[in-house]
């Protein structure tokens, strides 16, 4: 199946749809939904993406991420992805918006969202291996060891929690 993207400009107004892949190969501004979720000790949780994923294999991610299809807001893509990913729903708040600009990916518009959930999670997906809560200082000592973030998540950390 194929899967369509909207293509965004600097302010992130829709300005025309393409291809996921060709999003990627014209490095095309786009548009991405994150969910941060703590548990009621304050523990985020992350979610180590399967050896299946093309991109990123075997890294610790949100525990909700996708791209905003064609025509969807980033609340239908949130809720869409929270049904994929976590089996479930949940109240959401917004958390941040923000642009990130890897050297190696196109411009993404962030929109993050931030909820408490003790789980369980019951994912839709072959794409996620396991679902983990952690401490704040011990996902620092992950990062600091070496282990595997995701870019995005990586991002978000380091601006908002390190």
């Known amino acids: 199946m194929i899967e369509y993207i909207d293509v965004v400009d600097e302010k992130d107004q829709v300005v025309g749809k393409t291809t996921r892949?060709?999003?990627?190969?014209?490095?095309?501004?786009?548009?991405?939904?994150?969910v941060l979720i703590f548990n009621d000790k304050g523990e985020m949780a992350l979610q180590l993406r399967s050896g299946k994923v093309s991109f990123c294999p075997n890294h610790w991610s949100t525990t909700v991420g996708g791209h905003v299809q064609?025509?969807?807001s980033y609340e239908k893509a949130v809720e869409r992805e929270c049904r994929e990913e976590l089996g479930t729903g949940g109240k959401?708040?917004?958390f941040s918006k923000d642009s990130f600009e890897p050297k190696t990916?196109?411009?993404k518009f962030l929109m993050i969202y931030?909820?408490?959930?003790n789980g369980p999670f019951y994912p839709e997906t072959d794409d996620v291996e396991k679902?983990?809560?952690f401490a704040i200082q011990e996902i620092k000592k992950m990062l600091e060891n070496g282990d595997k973030f995701h870019p995005e998540l990586r991002f978000i950390l380091e601006k908002y929690f390190f």
Do not use: N
Not at 21 to 34: C, G, M, T
Not at 114 to 117: A, F, G, P, Q
């Open 21 to 34: 892949e060709e999003v990627y190969r014209k490095f095309l501004p786009h548009r991405i939904v994150h």
């Open 114 to 117: 931030k909820t408490i959930h």
């Open 131 to 133: 679902i983990d809560f």
């Open 70 to 72: 064609a025509g969807e």
């Open 92 to 94: 959401l708040k917004k």
């Open 105 to 107: 990916a196109p411009k």
